[in-house]
């Protein structure tokens, strides 16, 4: 089974930058991968997916902003995220995509001035 390591969040500033790293276990490169996020209050949602052959697609909030990316021969899925604003404020996650049961810790992003 495939185990995810997030890592990266931080506070920062609206209008900052920072980015996310997910290391996996297990076989990597057969997944089609994604990004979610859980802010307070609310369900989890997925913001940015890559497929195996690193196709992308982002949730509308986050187009322009964000970019996915993957490193099959580091087994490492990557969010860089431009222009935070407060309201991306959440606990990022990585999985596959469709999602497995399994998920990691996930890494909390605060943007707050």
């Known amino acids: 089974q495939v185990q995810f390591v997030e890592s990266g969040g931080g506070l920062v500033q609206p209008g900052g930058s920072l980015r996310l790293s997910c290391a996996a276990s297990g076989i990597f490169s057969v997944y089609a991968m994604a990004w979610y996020r859980q802010a307070p209050g609310k369900q989890r949602e997925l913001v940015a997916a890559i497929t195996t052959s690193s196709m992308t697609d982002y949730v509308d909030s986050v187009k322009g902003r964000f970019t996915i990316s993957r490193d099959n021969a580091k087994a490492t899925v990557y969010l860089q995220m431009n222009s935070l604003k407060p309201e991306d404020t959440a606990v990022y996650y990585c999985?596959?995509?469709?999602?497995?049961?399994?998920w990691g810790k996930g890494t909390l992003v605060t943007v707050s001035a």
């Open positions: 999985n596959k995509n469709p999602a497995s049961a399994i």
